[in-house]
């Protein structure tokens, strides 16, 4: 089946401390994103990539950084940078044709110890 | 800012009535695409409906169907005869020539069996 998957489901932060949350899929796409939502409030786009070994920052980067090394991945690492990272992380991909339907994994939530 | 805005926080409805969601955006562009996304229970981002800001008519998916004005800048969702299954949060989003999209904060909807 093709389709986006995030691992681990859950993920658990000790102070100080990078963490790395998965984000691979099989739809050929060319672009990737990851998100952050908090409670109560909608997405925000924290970085994407286009095309292999090229990256650009959403909106709420600082704290965060993402590799795309192959096309099918792109792992996001939450860095102790990051004051506030507890939220659910969402992973998308999309045909880099523009303005393409973006398709989102299961997620992953972050949580501070 | 270019916005989206979901001015409907929360909403219950019984089982078998109609729901409306509305989504009012802001944008500058002359091209541009309208999305709606649910959100069970389980977090996962499920992809509904996608708009070109040139096509104004209003289209009809089973117990789905949208309204699209773009005099109003609304892109508003109905859900006809709702059912328990419907019960999610529902995100209207606008995207950018940039393939970003930008996410209003959701509306909640419940439907009570």
């Known amino acids: 089946d093709g389709g986006i998957t995030q691992s681990p489901k859950y993920l658990f932060r000790k102070e100080g401390q990078n963490v790395t949350l998965s984000c691979e899929q099989n739809?050929?796409?060319?672009?990737m994103y990851w998100y952050r939502q908090d409670p109560g409030q909608g997405l925000r786009l924290i970085y994407y990539s286009q095309i292999v070994n090229d990256f650009q920052k959403g909106d709420i980067a600082e704290g965060y950084s993402v590799s795309r090394e192959k096309k099918e991945s792109f792992p996001l690492t939450v860095t102790s940078a990051q004051k506030n990272p507890t939220a659910f992380y969402l992973c998308?991909?999309?045909?880099?044709?523009?303005?393409?339907?973006?398709?989102f994994g299961p997620g992953t939530r972050l949580l501070v110890l | 800012a270019q916005k989206v805005t979901q001015a409907q926080t929360e909403i219950s409805v019984v089982e078998k009535e109609d729901v409306t969601l509305d989504c009012v955006y802001e944008t500058r562009d002359t091209t541009y695409y309208l999305f709606w996304y649910k959100q069970p229970p389980s977090g996962e981002l499920v992809f509904l409906i996608r708009r070109n800001s040139f096509d104004e008519q209003n289209e009809i998916s089973g117990r789905y169907s949208w309204n699209f004005q773009k005099s109003t800048s609304s892109f508003n969702f109905t859900i006809t005869a709702s059912q328990v299954v419907d019960s999610a949060v529902y995100f209207c989003a606008r995207q950018t020539g940039a393939n970003n999209l930008f996410f209003g904060t959701g509306t909640r909807l419940t439907v009570i069996p």
């Open positions: 998308a991909s999309s045909n880099f044709a523009l303005q393409e339907t973006q398709y």
């Open positions: 739809l050929n796409h060319d672009a």
